[in-house]
């Protein structure tokens, strides 16, 4: 099989070589084609792939391009992790939203809306390439916002792209892993939207062990969601969030925590990446080694401030370990290639699982997954409180989507607006004209 990474001077594609590495059963992936507009960025990522595949044998060949239509050519998988505006566009999203007062989160609120803006239409271009060029390949966009593009891709693809995150896999394992559950025999209820879901129930042979969970303030604070959000709240919800759904728990805090910081979460990471591709730019560099010590300061540092509004500490050893978003990737592969059949979740079109929400609209929720793709698995009804941040950030998103396909400037100020974490048009207003400036990437947005 063929598999083609849009984004492939990404400074994470090596985890999804590594994952390949990995299988050696028949029909597995023979060779990655890396496509980036960066040419710099992807010698250095496929040096790093170089050494990973140095002693094992029948390692998948790697391809380099700047060709974006010879990289899709023939692939059986395509996987889409591109940032239009790099990570300069995200410490500039960050930016403009936090001098304003409000969230500059990449994914989530006023950050997430423009990162969207800008993505979506470069989003569109990639699928309508992939429908010409790769009719008959499978979609896995990791492109955040994930359930935004995943939704702006599907428009094209139907039911050929497939979301993926590694945020509430990882909450399900840690969850198991405190209860004493293996993680790969629990069947995890969790619905919503990418980055707004929450874990109903953790079931194993039959049974929900979530409520022994809640009912024990030590087990609670022993794994990070627990200390995160405290368990009085938790306890209250019957429920476990995902963590991003700390900036809307504590969303003045939140604000407070990153207005105070030295300096954002994209700015440290795009000063931190320009020094790895910077390194790499020197042949005598230690292609695999640097990019480990790299990724591990990354690792350490995340949601940092999150973990400071609520007297967290620093991670554990056992919170360091994600999901593994090239597991879940390299798991959808294998079950579509081969007929594996298993259980993720992922974001794909609703269908009939949520029903406060219609088909078209993409969900994260537990899918069956065969080689006829992802089947959503239909979820108990979300209660009211998840029902209210579910509905407004999905017309969040179709106005985002609307912006994006007509260049309404009023309908990226209704995307703004109608954030709960914006919450003004005022605002909103001065947060589409901060953006415009900052990104000439939103230059077909109408001129107010």
């Not at 939704?151 to 509430?168: Q, Y």
């Not at 707004?196 to 609670?220: I, M, N, Q, S, T």
């Not at 292609?287 to 500490?313: F, K, Q």
Request: hydrophobic share 45%; net charge negative.
């Amino acid at each position: 099989m063929k598999l083609t990474i849009l984004g492939g001077g990404g400074f994470r594609v090596p985890l999804v070589y590594g994952a390949l590495l990995g299988d050696q059963a028949e029909g597995r992936v023979l060779r990655v084609t890396l496509y980036d507009t960066d040419a710099d960025r992807l010698t250095a990522v496929a040096r790093v792939l170089d050494e990973q595949a140095r002693g094992v044998p029948d390692a998948p060949a790697v391809v380099a391009t700047t060709e974006l239509d010879q990289a899709l050519r023939g692939a059986d998988f395509v996987f889409s992790a591109i940032r239009v505006g790099g990570l300069a566009g995200r410490a500039a999203d960050e930016r403009v939203a936090l001098d304003l007062g409000v969230l500059g989160q990449e994914t989530v609120g006023a950050g997430g809306i423009a990162y969207g803006l800008r993505t979506v239409p470069v989003a569109v271009d990639l699928a309508r390439r992939i429908a010409r060029l790769a009719p008959h390949a499978w979609t896995i966009n990791f492109t955040n916002p994930a359930g935004l593009v995943t939704e702006a891709m599907s428009r094209h693809l139907g039911d050929r792209v497939i979301g993926i995150c590694d945020s509430p896999v990882g909450l399900g394992r840690r969850i198991a892993r405190v209860l004493g559950a293996d993680p790969d025999r629990a069947w995890i209820d969790y619905a919503g939207l990418n980055h707004l879901g929450w874990v109903r129930g953790l079931y194993v042979d039959g049974r929900d062990e979530l409520p022994r969970l809640l009912a024990d303030p030590a087990l609670l604070g022993s794994f990070e969601e627990g200390r995160l959000f405290g368990a009085e709240l938790l306890r209250s919800l019957g429920a476990i969030p995902n963590e991003y759904l700390h900036y809307y728990y504590f969303n003045r805090e939140s604000v407070r925590s990153y207005q105070e910081a030295e300096r954002t979460r994209g700015a440290f990471l795009r000063d931190q990446q320009e020094r790895f591709y910077a390194r790499m730019r020197h042949p005598g560099t230690p292609a695999l080694s640097t990019w480990d010590h790299t990724r591990a300061e990354r690792e350490a540092t995340y949601m940092a401030e999150n973990r400071d509004v609520a007297g967290a500490g620093e991670r554990e050893e056992s919170d360091l370990e994600s999901g593994g978003y090239e597991q879940v990737a390299l798991a959808l592969m294998r079950a579509v290639a081969r007929n594996e059949r298993t259980s993720l979740i992922l974001n794909v079109r609703n269908r009939t699982a949520l029903s406060v929400l219609d088909a078209d609209a993409v969900v994260e929720v537990p899918c069956l997954v065969d080689a006829n793709g992802a089947h959503p698995v239909a979820v108990s009804p979300l209660p009211y409180h998840a029902v209210g941040l579910v509905t407004a950030v999905k017309a969040v998103e179709r106005a985002v989507l609307e912006a994006a396909e007509s260049g309404s400037r009023t309908a990226a100020v209704q995307a703004f607006a109608l954030h709960p974490l914006v919450d003004s048009v005022a605002v909103a207003r001065r947060l589409v004209d901060g953006y415009t400036e900052a990104h000439p990437q939103l230059a077909y947005l109408e001129k107010p």
